[in-house]
């Protein structure tokens, strides 16, 4: 991933988002392996722009024997507390750290849109054996659920971006339409305490180059409106990933 002030923001916040951050569902992998025409156990995988490790415990726990590279410092530290037998590389997606066709699998979760695909696609295509599998994925709110597309237009006030309509397939736009990616949407949700929602929101490079005092002030006033649609202080967060998938 480019070496951006907001891409390496995460640095600042590795534990917060360790503790915070969601991971995703069993069924996105069942996604993976369905698309790739092949399981991800014994597969050789290789997870980029690794972060704390939320994809890359789940591919080891699938039986994939995967090594992740991730850029960030702060974040391979936090990686290592948690995954201290994954092996772990310092590199990024425009420069893969890795051997010619030693792949079956190179994985990118949130990570894609901090590559330059100018860079990254080639170093995908070198790194993967023939017949391997590129698989990018997002995980972001379902903002068809009303309290997140409320919650999605104080964001946007917030950050001065614009009021546009919710389009489902705005993580697949821009991606090489010449490695034929096949697309696949998978839901699902969890139930964490409101204040867990809230240390989860914060973690986003937005917020992380924001400045404490405005991100401070925001969640104050975002507290004080989720109170009021979840009394109990348990947020249920609906999500939707975003997977492509194309076999190199």
Request: hydrophobic share 45%; with cysteine.
């Amino acid at each position: 991933m480019p070496i951006t002030s907001q891409a390496r923001s995460f640095d600042m916040a590795a534990a917060d988002y360790a503790a915070n951050r969601p991971s995703y569902p069993s069924e996105l992998l069942d996604a993976v392996e369905e698309l790739a025409g092949f399981p991800l156990q014994g597969a050789r995988v290789a997870d980029i722009g690794a972060g704390t490790g939320l994809a890359t415990m789940l591919l080891r726990d699938r039986g994939a024997n995967v090594i992740a590279v991730e850029p960030g410092p702060g974040m391979a530290s936090q990686f290592r507390l948690g995954l201290p037998d994954v092996p772990l590389v310092i590199g990024d997606g425009d420069n893969l750290p890795l051997a010619s066709a030693a792949i079956d699998v190179l994985t990118y979760a949130q990570a894609w849109h901090w590559t330059d695909q100018r860079r990254s696609v080639p170093e995908a295509l070198r790194v993967l054996r023939t017949g391997g599998v590129l698989a990018l994925w997002w995980n972001d709110s379902d903002s068809t659920v009303p309290w997140i597309a409320d919650q999605d237009a104080r964001l946007r006030r917030l950050f001065g971006a614009d009021d546009s309509p919710h389009d489902p397939a705005a993580r697949f736009r821009g991606l090489p339409a010449e490695l034929g990616f096949v697309h696949r949407h998978v839901p699902w949700t969890r139930s964490v305490p409101l204040d867990m929602h809230l240390a989860n929101l914060a973690s986003y490079s937005d917020f992380l180059v924001l400045g404490k005092e405005a991100t401070t002030t925001f969640m104050a006033e975002e507290r004080d409106v989720l109170a009021e649609v979840f009394p109990n202080e348990i947020v249920e967060e609906n999500y939707l990933v975003s997977l492509a998938v194309a076999t190199c």
